[in-house]
């Protein structure tokens, strides 16, 4: 709550700062008397008088404004400073200053990617952090911390860089050149269409290699015999390996190359689990021995020892579900569907929504307890909404959640140090976020992304809170974001916006004159309304994402 609090106030202070900064700058330039600059709206609760402008910190803090004498058209100015009135100025002067506000915001976030590359922006890398097995990619070589360094002879260094190599290349044949324990290698696999997202988070089908992720299964495992070895050994569902002899592990990968080492050499191996109860975890320590002869280590598969990824273990099933009719509870290995033997949760969602869509059942093959049964499992048809759209989805389920668990892959910070190259990443990382924004809000407009996306003060105050728990870098990051879009959200002509007043001027620069008071006045009072309705928006959804979340 408190990193929210001081996120929200250094976030919002910074762009309200920068954004009245620049009609202030401007407005002092071509001579305009500044009366007040105030950073928030309503009682002022610091002020102080500084030559002829009173500076002042006020009571609510979403917004600032400058006070530029002669901008009241009810208030008259001194004969004497009549020259020194916004109102008095030439036009284009009086654009600029109102203009100032906005490409300040750009400005700014300009300059604070100039500072997150200077310093190296952090991302994804190319390093894989699970290689789902019988994928495409395992089949073509892949495996677990397999640094990806070239595609097609390209070299890619992020996530970003990899999917973008392949987006548009389906059913392509691409060389990838791999580096593996200080060795390269190549590999030839083709490219897949996979379920990917547009820039504005429509899901979309796009070109990629099927079966890697930058995402490692944490070291948590599942037992589902109790007369395998690790069961037998004190080992259970739920227990998160922690350390393979004295080497300590995080992913499932790391500890199954841990215990497949102490395997090829014949050597019993302790292993250190954490096990968790409630809101109590223990620590425990059992010694493995294996058996004589393994017949699944092809694969590199802790099988024999009865030791599986968590996500192939039902950790809840759905009141009133398939999976719940047919008889799936919790604690479940699925260990075949439709006779396929299943190695990740991916393959089981993929089999249950052509399933779905053909209308038929599915014989999932499950152990529980150490005996085999087969459960029949029709799909239900059923509508969600996409959790970064809120568009509705068509989905097929059979209503149960996997006992799996994320860890953080590897990250990579992209850092530019030439000058020159780095205004150029800079200007190319403003334009395309701009851009982006262009287009988001232009479905917004047309409907084609939900109104449910947008937030208000609490969701500001959150993501600025989880930015800046993430660290400085991503912090930065999101107030360029925000700063870009407040740039364009106030160059929107709509009166009481500085778009707004843009308008009125190029009208009077149409018209030779300026808009009569009266159409102002009607333009402003709709456009207040408009901004009411928009900051009523907001606040609901932000309401409403606390209530569900």
Known sequence: ?????????????????????????????????????????????????????????????????????????????????????????ALYKRFAVVAAGPIFNLMLAFALFMLIFWSGKPMAGTR?????????????????????????????????????????????????????????????????????????????????????????????????????????AGLRSGDRITKVDAQAVKTYEQAREAILGHWYHKRPVTVTVERTSGAVSTEKSVTLSFPAAPSDTALGSLDALGIYASDTFVKDVSSGSPAEKGGLTPGD????????????????????????????????????????????????????????????????????????????????????????????????????????MVVSIVKLATGSISMKNLGGPVLIATVAGKSLDAGFIPFLQTMALISINLFLLNLLPIPVLDGGHLLFFIIEGLKGKPVSIRTMEVANQVGMVFILMLVALTFFNDISRIVLH
């Open 1 to 89: 709550m408190l990193t929210s609090v001081i996120g929200v106030v250094v976030l919002l202070g910074g762009l309200i700062f920068f954004h009245e900064l620049g009609h202030y700058l401007v407005a002092k330039f071509f001579g305009v008397k500044v009366e007040v600059f105030s950073l928030g709206f309503g009682k002022k609760i610091l002020k102080r008088q500084w030559g002829e402008t009173e500076y002042a910190l006020s009571m609510i803090p979403l917004g600032g404004y400058v006070k530029l004498m002669g901008d009241d058209p009810y208030r008259g100015v001194p004969a004497d400073q009549a020259a020194r009135a916004f109102s008095t100025q």
């Open 128 to 232: 894989l952090g699970a290689v789902v097995v019988a994928s495409p990619a395992w089949e073509a070589g892949l495996r677990s911390q397999d640094r990806i360094t070239e595609v097609g002879g390209k070299p890619v260094t992020t996530w970003n860089d990899l999917e973008s190599s392949v987006r548009d290349r389906v059913g392509d044949k691409v060389e990838l050149t791999v580096e593996r324990v200080g060795t390269t290698m190549k590999f030839s696999t083709e490219v897949s269409k996979v379920a990917g997202r547009s820039p504005y988070g429509e899901i979309i089908q796009v070109g990629g290699i099927k079966g890697i992720s930058p995402y490692p299964l944490s070291s948590k495992i599942g037992v589902s015999d109790p007369k395998s070895p690790a069961h037998e």
């Open 333 to 436: 290995r699925i260990a075949k569907v439709n006779g396929q033997t299943i190695s990740n949760f991916e393959s089981i969602v993929e089999q249950v929504q052509a399933a779905g869509e053909k209308g038929v059942p599915l014989d999932f093959t499950v152990v529980r307890d150490g005996q085999t049964m087969v459960l029949n499992l029709k799909p239900n048809e059923t509508v969600t909404e996409d959790p970064l759209t809120h568009a509705p989805v068509k989905r097929f389920l059979v209503g149960f959640v996997p006992m799996t668990e994320i860890e953080e892959g590897e990250t990579v910070y992209v850092q530019v140090r030439n000058i020159g190259q780095l205004i150029a990443t800079a200007y190319h990382e403003t334009y395309d976020m701009a851009e982006k």
